[in-house]
Nanobody, 125 residues
Framework: QVQLVESGGGLVQAGGSLRLSCAASGRTFSMYAMGWFRQAPGKEREFVAVISWSGDRTYYADSVKGRFTISRDNAKNTVYLQMNSLKPEDTAVYYC??????????????????WGQGTQVTVSS
């Protein structure tokens, strides 16, 4: 069983920055690919970014590429999402997720086995 707890959300003006964190339980964190997704009201959950278990490979949705950076610290069992140049359309609940089997590259929500409770990010114009 893996427990994921997100933090770092909040209200920020357009152009600002936020850093989300996701703390994971379990001694095998370094074996999981980790992803970030987001869900805006009335919309489906969408992929944001994924990072491999070692942290050497990442992939981003086109909508956030160049603005967001995913990283991880396996010694702290934590994955991060640094969000810069935020836009109002980035407003959503952000979820971290763990993929415990298969390859690291996964962009569909059903590819992930565990989810956090989410943290709200609101970007004002």
């Amino acid at each position: 069983q893996v427990q994921l707890v997100e933090s770092g959300g909040g209200l920020v003006q357009a152009g600002g920055s936020l850093r989300l964190s996701c703390a994971a339980s379990g001694r095998t964190f370094s074996m999981y690919a980790m992803g970030w997704f987001r869900q805006a009201p009335g919309k489906e959950r969408e992929f944001v970014a994924v990072i491999s278990w070692s942290g050497d490979r990442t992939y981003y949705a086109d909508s956030v590429k160049g603005r967001f950076t995913i990283s991880r610290d396996n010694a702290k069992n934590t994955v991060y999402l640094q969000m810069n140049s935020l836009k109002p359309e980035d407003t959503a609940v952000y979820y971290c997720s763990a993929r415990t089997s298969g390859g690291w590259y996964a962009t569909k929500a059903y590819d992930y086995d565990y989810w956090g409770q989410g943290t709200q990010v609101t970007v004002s114009s």
